[in-house]
């Protein structure tokens, strides 16, 4: 049999749906790290290797405005706020990745919880974004937004899969 010369409508949002939880499930496991690795690592040790990453920077362009205000922003970091950002991002990272190991393992009650996450999510994105105004938020709700889509898209396509099957005799 030959195969289609093109993949259907529901090919294309699975694969789409493959690649997204990819991409969330790298995301969300370097924040998972980055977590752990705050939390594991003593203040004075990271406030060196920060500065240490942006001294060259400095040295070599004064006015670079990234590199100053990390530096700025690590002299102000004490051990409580490093303590909270690595709670955090565990926490933020381990719930996300908990997700996307669930829909990946296509387990039924995930897809409406993983839905309800990630709305909470963009909620709380767009309410960040009015205080700060950072386009990142933005870009980070409408991939969420993409995801919920795509997420309900497939719950749909999953549901039909078991309907069929335990309608088959």
């Not at 493959?18 to 004075?44: D, M, Q, V, W, Y």
């Not at 060196?48 to 922003?73: C, G, K, M």
């Not at 950072?134 to 991939?143: T, Y």
Request: with cysteine.
């Amino acid at each position: 049999m030959k195969p289609p010369a093109h993949p259907s409508r529901a090919h294309v949002l699975h694969w789409l749906f493959e690649t997204s939880l990819a991409i969330k499930g790298l995301l969300c496991s370097s924040e998972f790290l980055c977590g752990l690795a705050l939390l594991l690592t003593p203040n004075a040790p990271a406030a060196r290797l920060l500065y240490w990453l942006t001294h060259f920077q400095i040295a070599e362009s004064p006015t670079d405005t990234l590199a100053t205000w990390t530096q700025r922003a690590m002299e102000g970091f004490p051990v409580a706020t490093q303590d909270f950002y690595g709670w955090y991002l565990l926490l933020h990272g381990g719930l996300k990745l908990a997700m996307v190991v669930m829909l990946w393992a296509r387990i039924l009650w995930a897809y409406p919880a993983a839905m309800a996450v990630l709305a909470g999510f963009v909620i709380y994105q767009i309410f960040e974004f009015q205080h700060s105004g950072s386009p990142f938020l933005l870009l980070l709700a409408f991939f969420d937004l993409l995801m919920i889509a795509l997420i309900w898209q497939e719950y749909k396509a999953l549901q039909a899969k078991r309907t069929a099957k335990t309608a088959a005799p």
